[in-house]
């Protein structure tokens, strides 16, 4: 994978909003953001109501995730684009949910919301229906999904990214700042683990900064490129983004998601955990 | 529109009144309007607390009447606004409670 088949941009968007075959998707946690005004075209897709099981802490599973698609009208051969508001956090999580259940042609608009809204390019409220399909989702592919085992099992040995805010790192705070703080689990992130803050992949109008500027950011942080890499966030949509930097962008190879993340480890019983903004030791 | 809640991660309105389930005595609140050198408010504008150092660590839109609001702790923050009318930065050093900061922003 690369930029150029991973990423579209605002004035290639623009252009091809009509395009056949091209859907554009909007991922918000809160879709209130969508009814206010949206790309002309694009649906909708709720990253909590839409894409996590409603009783169990999981995904949807294949045929609830087949049901969904072919209802919002999106075809096997459908070139996805997604784009979302807190700078494509949720349309990277949706991005790598798409790819982990096989979806062939999928892209991030690069910049997202933001971008698109600070060029000041066109938002519409009309209503979206498209037809429905009849969408055939593959096997997950777990190759890129990381579970908690796993991520015990990587301390000291593969290489681990906590791409919270550093302060979440080090364990002064325990969710992004405009989240309230009181919260069940402990603070501080997994032992080893290197801290590169999602933000530092991204300019501050959301786009993503140029391959040359990501290899070196990876590469200061001491990202061993030998090495399988597993991201994890506060529940995995920041880690998303980091994952799509390095597998989609960078084109690393054996980059996993833990979408677990830090509201799981830091609730599991008898796990180490390293407090301060040192990755502490094994 | 619903409260803030840290179930997710997506910024909450912006405009919605404080939970009454929020400890003041423990919440460091950073919050304020972001307005144009005419004086209007500035509704749509992406605001971004920065740390100490500088580095990311929120980000919110602002509501209809321009307003933000962040859930940091004690210390040194950088706001800082981006909109299609223009960007601008405020320092502040926050306390616990409530710390009311404002933000202008103006063509560079």
Same mark, same amino acid.
Request: proline share 5%; hydrophobic share 40%; aromatic share 8%.
């Given at each position: 994978? +690369? ?9 290639? *968007? ?18 209130s ?6 790309? *002309?075209? =694009? ?16 995904f ?19 070139? /996805? ?5 807190n ?17 062939r ?36 592919? !777990?190759?890129?999904?990381?579970f908690?085992d ?6 000291? !040995? ?12 080090? %364990? ?37 900064k +140029?391959?040359d ?7 200061? =942080? ?30 690393h ?17 008898? /796990? ?7 990755? %502490?030791?094994? | 529109?619903?409260?803030?809640t840290?179930?997710?991660?997506? &910024?909450?309105d ?5 939970? &009454? ?12 309007? #972001? ?11 992406? #605001? ?10 929120a ?13 940091a702790a ?6 800082? &606004? ?27």
């Amino acid at each position: 994978m +690369s930029r150029d088949t991973a990423l579209v941009s605002a004035e290639w *968007a623009e252009k091809n909003l009509d395009a056949p075959g091209v859907v554009f998707v909007e991922v918000d946690e809160d879709t209130s953001a969508y009814d206010t005004g949206h790309l *002309a075209g =694009a649906i909708k897709l709720d990253w909590k109501t839409d894409l996590q099981d409603p009783v169990r802490r999981d995904f949807v599973n294949k045929d609830q995730f087949e049901a969904l698609l072919s209802e919002r009208g999106i075809g096997n051969d459908d070139t /996805v684009v997604l784009y979302g508001g807190n700078n494509n956090w949720f349309a990277a999580y949706a991005y790598w949910y798409f790819k982990l259940y096989g979806h062939r042609d999928v892209k991030l608009l690069d910049g997202g919301r933001k971008k698109w809204e600070l060029d000041a390019r066109p938002l519409v409220k009309d209503p979206v229906t498209r037809p429905a399909t009849r969408y055939v989702a593959q096997e997950p592919d !777990t190759s890129i999904r990381a579970f908690r085992d796993e991520v015990v099992a990587a301390i000291g !040995t593969k290489n681990l990214v906590d791409v919270r805010s550093p302060d979440e790192y080090a %364990g002064r705070l325990l969710a992004p700042a405009h989240l309230p703080q009181e919260q069940a689990q402990r603070a501080g992130h997994i032992p080893t683990a290197l801290s590169v803050p999602w933000s530092k992949a991204a300019n501050e109008d959301g786009t993503f900064k +140029s391959d040359d500027e990501l290899r070196k950011i990876y590469a200061d =942080a001491g990202l061993d490129d030998n090495k399988e890499t597993i991201a994890y966030c506060r529940i995995g949509e920041r880690s998303s983004h980091t994952w799509f930097v390095l597998q989609e962008l960078l084109g690393h190879r054996n980059v996993k998601n833990y979408d677990g993340s830090w509201t799981e480890y830091g609730s599991l019983v008898g /796990v180490p955990v390293a407090l301060g903004d040192e990755p %502490g030791e094994a | 529109m619903t409260a803030p809640t840290a179930a997710g991660c997506a &910024a909450p309105d912006q405009a919605a009144p404080l939970p &009454a389930s929020l400890d003041l005595e423990k919440e460091t609140v950073i919050t304020g309007q #972001v307005t144009a050198e005419s004086g209007e408010v500035v509704p749509g504008a992406y #605001v971004r607390l920065l740390d100490s150092t500088g580095e990311f660590t929120a980000e919110v839109v602002t509501s209809a009447a321009g307003q933000f609001r962040f859930f940091a702790a004690p210390g040194d923050w950088t706001l800082r &606004a981006l909109s299609r009318f223009g960007n601008g930065d405020t320092t502040v050093t926050a306390g616990r409670g409530v710390n009311e900061v404002a933000v202008t922003v103006a063509l560079a």
